[in-house]
């Protein structure tokens, strides 16, 4: 296999999350809010890259959620992006989020494998099965009763292509599909780093059977050490492991209540409250990625970072949190921040030599 930071021995992988859209995962008004623009998006991968962060993670996201800012309507196409990204990076993992019902299986492989020749064998794909109906009727395709039915034929179809074998057909019914075939194959065998964003058993049964890493959400470290443990048991009846990652929106200042008080500003009083009501209500209607507490008691995390976890505090805060996310069998996370480019050297400078000294990070990776 070609080298890719996500098979690293590193004990905690770490990666950026959202960095493609506008507000990243934050939906407010802030001036500082992430503007997405393409020379920033740049510019802060090269730095993670530098940093020895092993994954650049983007959403997939096709229509906007309205209110003031319309949050998260302007965001770069992942595939197209990962390719860019891959040429400004030298070891960092570019992945693509993909939407199984939006793109096609003999595609995506043909475009996978391109992404994994120009980075030299770095990319990685990140499937997702779709939620947002408007996004689906603006596609044209309607909404299937059995989303993860579709999606292993979709994986199907996509990892056959890279396996390099004789061409082949395929009998639906979801793609019925003749004379299939594809080259060039990845750099990555036998085929390149795979995630799948996933909540629901049925999720969980689809990441257990095709992926190196499941991507999922808690509302406290206790409930994501039980997804764990289930999780960990649905990969071995596929004989498999598959590593389990979350994503934390990540606040971090000299002192707790700066970062307290930055938060309350940007997630509450300068919040975009109307995308934050809307994006509440699709996702409780049309999603299986948060629990219903969630949901109830957590509005504010919605408003930082779309549900995830909060990582609020000092440095030294932090890093104990993630030490707990370790300790409870997380292979990594994604981190957001409201503003990455302006965040992220603080995050560095001050996080990483505690992550360090915690033996979570390899000091030789950087």
């Known amino acids: 296999m070609a080298t890719n930071g996500m098979s690293r021995l590193t004990s905690f992988k770490l990666g950026l999350f959202g960095a493609n859209a506008d507000g990243g995962l934050a939906v407010t008004t802030v001036p500082e809010r992430w503007a997405a623009r393409w020379a920033d998006i740049q510019t802060v991968t ?3 890259d530098e940093m020895g962060f ?8 096709w229509k906007g959620f309205g209110g ?18 891959a040429v400004s990076t ?3 993992t570019v992945f693509a989020t993909v939407h199984a019902p939006f793109v096609h299986p003999v595609f ?5 494998a391109t992404i994994d020749h120009v980075s030299g064998g770095r990319a990685g794909l990140n499937i997702v099965c779709g939620w ?20 292993n034929e979709w994986y199907d179809v996509f990892a056959r292509v890279l396996e390099g074998g004789e061409a082949f057909d395929t009998p639906g019914p979801h793609y019925k599909l003749h004379g299939v075939e594809g080259r060039p194959l990845s750099l990555q065998r036998p085929r390149p780093i795979t995630m799948s964003a996933a909540f629901s058993p049925p999720g969980r049964d689809f990441a257990a059977r095709t992926s190196d890493f499941i991507f999922t959400t808690f509302v406290e470290v206790a409930d994501g050490a039980v997804t764990i443990v289930d999780m960990r048991a649905r990969a071995a009846a596929y004989n498999r492991e598959v590593g389990v990652f979350t994503a934390c929106h990540v606040v971090c200042r000299p002192t707790q209540g700066e970062a307290d008080d930055y938060y309350e500003r940007f997630a509450v009083r300068e919040a ?4 934050v009501d809307k994006h509440m209500a699709m996702k409780m209607a049309m999603s299986g990625s948060h629990d219903a507490e969630t949901y109830a008691r957590h509005r504010k995390r919605f408003a930082a970072g779309a549900g995830t976890y909060p990582l609020v505090g000092t440095p030294q805060h932090i890093a104990e949190r993630l030490v707990s996310l370790h300790v409870a069998g997380f292979a990594g996370v994604a981190l957001s921040f409201v503003d990455y480019l302006g965040e992220l050297p603080y995050f560095a400078a001050t996080v990483l030599p505690l992550l360090e000294e915690a033996g979570l990070r390899d000091r030789n990776v950087q």
């Open 108 to 112: 995506a492989a043909k475009a996978l």
């Open 46 to 48: 090269r730095m993670a």
């Open 68 to 85: 003031q800012t319309n949050a998260r309507h302007h965001s770069f196409e992942t595939l197209t992006l990962a390719s860019a990204l």
């Open 132 to 151: 947002n109906a408007p996004e689906f009727e603006m596609f044209g395709v309607s909404q299937s009763r059995e989303p993860y039915a579709q999606g």
């Open 90 to 92: 030298s070891r960092i």
């Open 272 to 275: 975009d409250h109307a995308a």
């Open 54 to 61: 092993e994954f650049f993670l983007p959403i997939a996201r």
